[in-house]
């Protein structure tokens, strides 16, 4: 079973500070291999290159939708969460009852969404 400590994350977010802010957060609760991008393009990159476990993806990313990304996550069978000031009304298509955060998050918010993805990595074994 994986740990916290063991997985990959993409933060895919277009603010600065605010990627600041998920990638303190994931450091505090053990995650020790993140990393971020700002655009879809970086993020496919890193997908291709480095298929992460786990994925946290900002909805809005320079007023585009990060569909792109959750369709190649989807693809390599890797979760995700998706961020957005919304919050699940922000989403549709195919990913209208996709796991969201709402902005403002907490901590708690962001690790009870990585353990989600843990457990159903272990269900789907």
Same mark, same amino acid.
């Given at each position: 079973?994986?740990?916290?400590?063991?997985?990959?994350?993409?933060?895919?977010?277009?603010?600065?500070?605010?990627?600041?802010?998920?990638?303190?957060?994931?450091?505090?609760?053990?995650?020790?291999?993140?990393?971020?991008?700002?655009?879809?393009?970086?993020?496919? #990159?890193?997908?291709?290159?480095?298929?992460?476990? $786990?994925?946290?993806? #900002?909805? /809005?990313?320079?007023?585009?939708?990060?569909?792109?990304?959750?369709?190649?996550?989807?693809?390599?069978?890797?979760? $995700?969460? $998706?961020?957005?000031?919304?919050?699940?009304?922000?989403?549709?298509?195919?990913?209208? /009852?996709? #796991?969201?955060?709402?902005?403002?998050?907490?901590?708690? #918010?962001?690790?009870?969404?990585?353990?989600?993805?843990?457990?159903?990595?272990?269900?789907?074994?």
């Amino acid at each position: 079973m994986k740990k916290i400590e063991d997985l990959h994350i993409l933060v895919v977010e277009d603010e600065a500070i605010i990627a600041m802010l998920i990638e303190d957060t994931l450091l505090d609760i053990g995650c020790k291999s993140i990393e971020v991008a700002p655009t879809i393009d970086r993020a496919l #990159d890193i997908i291709a290159a480095r298929k992460p476990d $786990f994925a946290i993806l #900002d909805l /809005n990313l320079h007023g585009s939708r990060s569909y792109p990304i959750a369709d190649a996550l989807r693809e390599h069978g890797r979760p $995700f969460v $998706f961020l957005s000031g919304y919050g699940a009304k922000g989403l549709d298509g195919i990913y209208k /009852n996709a #796991d969201v955060l709402q902005k403002p998050f907490q901590q708690t #918010d962001i690790e009870a969404a990585l353990r989600r993805a843990i457990m159903s990595d272990i269900a789907a074994s």
